[in-house]
């Protein structure tokens, strides 16, 4: 661990911390600290990830994860996390190996030069009476405006009146049919089918369902079924970012972006809201277009981060882009911010958090 002394964060370039352990500022990077997975059928696919953002201006490496019980097993997305950039700490469940009530701590280790290990929870009850198979709603890819449907069974063994009450979820993307079940000696199966409507937007889908039962205990009638996807977009832009780097104040820079559809399309408008930008484009109906983009930055030093909306013929389909610049000042604005700065350096060495506008 770093020592107190050599820990002095300045938080969003003004507000000092002041004293901390290394611990604590390593555990400002996640979203949070615990999760419980609730109530899971046995075989369900039960994944979490915690979300580790890097807030500081130096780059941030994991050297690795472990887990205290084998019930919960681990993984890092992401080693190597630049400022801003994120990472996923990924819980997943064992609901095929163990059953009854588990919990375990994963313990995060960064490494050198800012050394810290962060712990968190996990904790959830599988229940063994109850089987998913398969164990989650996996469509795979999907074509933007198509339907897909997945078919699973829900197996229960235990009371002769066990029932499955409704299956809900909370937005309108899915349909789901069920038969009245089959039983047979203190067992009862149920067969699911769940459709993915032609209206989900392009993108990954990470849902859930919710089966409800007539079990006793309140905790027990809710149980989550995982649904995923990949809404593969008709319409697509290459690169989703377009970073311009570092770019002179008043010099304007211009970078090509490919624009690709399934079907021939027309682009009718680009808008990011911003003037110091402009577009060129083409007026004629195909399926690939190379859309001009000239930024022209002003006087002001500092990152720039816009969005990009690129308006088509086609209904409802209006890829989207980010285009990221860093604006270096002229020569003598430079030299001048280059003196303000050495006014407020910190202690070499020092952990700082990065400043607001960099995101």
């Known amino acids: 661990?770093?020592?107190v002394g050599f820990l002095n964060l300045l938080v969003l370039g003004s507000f000092a911390l002041g004293q901390a352990s290394a611990q604590e500022w390593a555990e400002k990077m996640f979203n949070t600290l615990e999760h419980d997975f609730g109530t899971v059928a046995r075989g369900a696919e039960t994944v979490y990830k915690f979300e580790i953002?890097?807030?500081?201006?130096?780059?941030?490496?994991?050297l690795g994860v472990r887990s205290s019980c084998g019930c919960t097993s681990p993984s890092i997305e992401n080693k190597v996390i630049n400022t801003y950039e994120k990472s996923y700490l990924v819980a997943k469940f064992n609901t095929h190996t163990f059953v009854g009530r588990h919990g375990a701590t994963l313990t995060v280790s960064f490494g050198a030069p800012y050394s810290a290990e962060v712990q968190v929870r996990v904790h959830g009850n599988i229940r063994g009476d109850v089987v998913f198979s398969p164990g989650a709603v996996e469509f795979g890819k999907v074509d933007e405006g198509d339907t897909k449907e997945q078919r699973l069974t829900v197996s229960y063994a235990g009371r002769d009146d066990w029932k499955i009450t409704d299956i809900t979820n909370d937005n309108d993307n899915f349909e789901v049919e069920m038969d009245g079940g089959t039983r047979t000696a203190g067992k009862v199966t149920y067969?699911?089918?769940?459709?993915m409507k032609d209206n989900v937007s392009s993108g990954f889908v990470k849902d859930q369902l919710t089966v409800v039962t007539n079990d006793s205990r309140a905790e027990s009638q809710r149980i989550p079924l995982f649904v995923s996807g990949h809404v593969v977009p008709e319409i697509s832009v290459?690169?989703?970012?377009?970073?311009?780097?570092?770019?002179?104040?008043?010099?304007?820079?211009?970078?090509?972006?490919v624009v690709r559809g399934k079907k021939p399309f027309k682009i009718l408008d680009v808008n990011c809201g911003d003037n110091c930008f402009s577009f060129n484009t083409d007026e004629d109906s195909k399926e690939l277009h190379l859309v001009e983009i000239t930024?022209?930055?002003g006087d002001q030093?500092?990152?720039?981060?816009?969005?990009v909306t690129i308006t088509t013929d086609r209904p409802n389909r209006n890829p989207t882009l980010t285009v990221s610049a860093d604006v270096v000042a002229k020569p003598a604005a430079a030299e001048s911010q280059a003196e303000n700065d050495n006014q407020s350096k910190i202690s070499t060495g020092a952990l700082t958090v990065a400043d607001s506008a960099s995101k």
């Open 238 to 257: 290459t690169p989703e970012t377009l970073v311009l780097g570092s770019v002179n104040a008043g010099e304007p820079v211009t970078k090509k972006v």
């Open 295 to 297: 930024y022209l930055p």
């Open 1 to 3: 661990m770093l020592r």
């Open 191 to 195: 067969n699911l089918v769940v459709r």
């Open 301 to 307: 030093p500092g990152p720039v981060k816009v969005p």
């Open 53 to 62: 953002t890097n807030l500081y201006k130096q780059p941030m490496k994991i």
